[in-house]
């Protein structure tokens, strides 16, 4: 029985570092905050936001519940890996805390316990933990084998696009793959020249003791195992696998409140985990136009290598969002990189819904080139006697959304300002918008004015019974607009509206899911031919229902789609106006 | 000069041999589809911050980089709202000249 060994002095090193790295970091980035954050991480920090923030780490960092529910089979991997290795160490450090007797151990006695006690031992439920151990050892391998079948059968798995790691990636994977097996061996060889272990490296432990005498390979390996994951843990800090410790921290940071877009910014950037979860479903990488999903985006930007491409010709339909585990925002990290921020909340509007008597519509930028989908709101609303005012009937007036996208914040104050003093001026009850792109900018910033989407307030006068419809025998296609359905998240309820009318066709990609029509206004940086593209694969998609018209509630979709489908294309309004029944 | 009861319009008249277009040159190399314009001024017609009286004008920015003249219209005023872009009949996208304009500008500056 030895104190210490040299083999331990690898991981000693890899874990002192990152450990040290990782406190460094996060000290870097509290004092970076603002003073009103740090107060509220003070304040925050001893309530029940913190147990919620640890459930949730749990769920997330471990469990991977988020994964689990887009792919079975990676969710499983990638929990295998986290929790499997988890509980490995929670569990062997029990062992060797109850085989200590109440001894203070050294933190490398407790890691390499096998190593430094080998043999059978007799404790207090000793039986029963070194079974666990070879459990959780057997579920980390099992992962492990998913992980590197799929590297060869990746379509299978479900990915669509495979990743292109980073040099710094491929060895921190390299050191992980070795570490299990390397483990598995080294007890295992240990087992046999004394015995012990469970059912794992116990039988594989008989297994080289009838082959052969194992010891001259015991050592070396325990070695290989350490230096596996010193590496390991040397090459975390500028790999991918950051978003191990850092994830956790930015889980926190949320449930903190902390409400500093930088401070999230750094945090997001460091807890990207490069799953490539956000390939598959870029419209922009399923077309190879650009490599500039997030996976790819955030690797850049850590290095302070970011291109022009990355700002400029994402669309920001917000699909990699939606579909992120770690809930990575990566259009705020680029809009950080444009020099402007577009902070909209998700959601709806938080006023208190009203059914006003006096309306304020606004119909946006685009919704000027729409003129069908006006002269049906004014229709459904004097069916059901709302005092109507267009604010945009006569002059032009911008929310500044589309400034804010392309990097003149001030000059997108001022125009919202504009938009807002024109709007109190009419005193309305409520607003509502045909533009969901204006919607996300306005709601919430009408200090006691309701601000509603044209589909949310039409459902909220058919519900009120305020306007009747009547069925027809048509076909409907609905297009979710990416900003209506994943920023607003309101994306279920214009379907049971138009399930009255007709019959849904719904494509596959639907609700939060939906596919970016290919106009939005943020890529400025895409060409003619490469918008053509994104709008006739979408066009296509949604006439592949063979439904007699596709509907959506952008007048941007509206337009980018009508010039590519064959189908016509309506909006939620026109639809409605035309299911109308006129009262006696 | 004789006066024959007309007027001829100098300023409007352009000496192809000593204009200088190397900016349309620069920005129609990055951006080949530029050279696809009609001038056919769907864009301006549809532009809201040209109807609101402001000199933006996308067709005429794109005639006076093709001929090396100077530019009349001040690029800070447009709004990115990408209406030019929906209305053309070629989808060019029109308002990019708007933000190359003023990310040569920002560029100089620094």
């Known amino acids: 029985m030895y104190k210490f060994d040299p083999f331990a002095i690898p991981f000693l090193i890899g874990f002192a570092f990152v450990i040290g790295w990782v406190i460094v970091r996060m000290i870097q980035i509290f004092i970076g905050m603002p003073k009103k954050d740090k107060k509220r991480v003070f304040v925050n920090i001893f309530t029940f936001k913190t147990v919620r923030g640890i459930g949730e780490i749990i769920s997330e960092v471990l469990i991977h519940h988020r994964i689990w529910r887009e792919n079975k089979l990676l969710g499983f991997m990638h929990m295998s890996f986290a929790l499997g290795w988890f509980l490995l160490i929670v569990t062997g450090w029990i062992e060797s805390s109850l085989r200590a007797n109440g001894e203070t151990l050294p933190i490398w006695q407790h890691i390499f316990y096998k190593y430094f006690f080998p043999g059978e031992h007799v404790f207090r439920l000793s039986d029963v933990i070194k079974q666990l151990m070879d459990l959780w050892l057997a579920v ?9 079948l799929k590297r060869f059968f990746y379509r299978r798995a479900g ?8 040099r710094m990636n491929r060895i921190a994977l390299t050191a992980l793959w070795f570490i299990f097996p390397l483990r598995l061996l080294a007890e295992s060889c240990t087992a046999s020249l004394y015995g012990g272990g469970g059912f794992l490296t116990g039988s594989l432990g008989q297994l080289i003791a009838w082959i052969g005498d194992a010891s001259f390979i015991t050592y070396p390996m325990w070695w290989a195992y350490s230096i596996a994951l010193g590496v390991f843990f040397c090459v975390l ?8 410790p850092v994830e956790a921290f930015l889980i926190l940071a949320r449930r903190w409140r902390v409400s500093d877009i930088t401070t999230i910014n750094r945090l997001e950037t460091m807890a990207c985990s490069a799953c490539g979860m956000c390939l598959s479903d870029c419209p922009l990488a399923r077309n190879n136009i650009a490599g500039v999903q997030p996976v790819y985006f955030i690797e850049r930007l850590r290095d302070g290598k970011a291109t022009t491409d990355d700002a400029w010709k994402c669309l920001q339909c917000g699909r990699c969002q939606q579909i992120c585990p770690v809930r990575v925002h990566a259009n705020n990290l680029r809009q950080e990189l444009k020099g402007s921020t577009d902070r909209v909340e998700f959601g709806l509007d938080t006023h208190k819904r009203v059914l006003a008597k006096r309306v304020t519509l606004f119909s946006g930028c685009m919704g000027k080139l729409t003129p069908r989908t006006k002269a049906a709101m004014e229709k459904i609303l004097n069916a059901a006697g709302v005092e109507q005012t267009w604010i945009d009937e006569e002059r032009d007036l911008c929310c500044g959304r589309p400034l804010r996208f392309n990097g003149n914040q001030n000059t997108a104050n001022q125009k919202f300002n504009e938009l807002h003093d024109a709007i109190l001026e009419t005193r309305p009850d409520a607003i509502v918008t045909t533009c969901p792109i204006c919607f996300n900018m306005m709601k919430n910033r009408f200090e006691t004015i ?11 006068l058919i519900e009120a019974k305020r306007i009747d419809l009547e069925r027809s025998e048509e076909t409907l296609t609905y297009h979710d607009p990416c900003e209506l359905s994943r920023q607003a998240e309101y994306a279920r309820q214009p379907l049971k509206v138009l399930n009255r009318v007709g019959t849904m066709l719904q494509p596959e990609e639907t609700g939060e899911k939906t596919r970016c029509c290919g106009g939005a206004v943020a890529a ?6 490469e918008r053509k593209t994104l709008a006739q694969e979408t066009a296509d998609y949604l006439s592949n229902r063979n439904a007699d018209k596709i509907v959506t509630a952008c007048p941007l979709c509206k337009k980018t789609i009508a010039q590519r489908s064959k189908r016509p294309v309506a909006d939620f309004a026109e639809i409605v106006a035309d299911a109308l029944v006129e009262r006696e | 000069m004789k006066q024959f009861g007309y007027t001829t319009l100098t300023k409007k008249s352009v000496n192809i041999y000593e204009t200088d277009t190397s900016l349309w040159k620069e920005l129609s190399a990055a951006n080949p589809e530029f050279k696809g314009c009609l001038s056919c001024g769907a864009c301006t017609a549809a532009c809201p911050i040209n109807n609101s009286g402001t000199t933006l004008n996308n067709r005429r920015t794109i005639i006076e980089l093709n001929r090396g003249m100077a530019i009349t219209s001040d690029a800070a005023n447009c709004q990115m709202c990408n209406r030019c872009s929906l209305v053309c009949p070629k989808g060019l996208n029109t308002r990019r000249i708007f933000f ?11």
């Open chain 1, 524 to 529: 400025i940086g895409l060409n003619n031919s």
């Open chain 2, 100 to 110: 190359e304009l003023i990310r040569k500008r920002t560029e100089e500056k620094q």
């Open chain 1, 450 to 460: 309701p601000v509603y989407h044209h589909t949310d307030y039409i459902r909220m």
């Open chain 1, 237 to 244: 800090p500028f790999s991918r696998y950051l978003h191990i």
């Open chain 1, 159 to 166: 990915i669509k696009i495979r990743t292109r790691h980073s």
């Open chain 1, 140 to 148: 980390i391998l099992l992962g492990q084998l998913i992980a590197v």
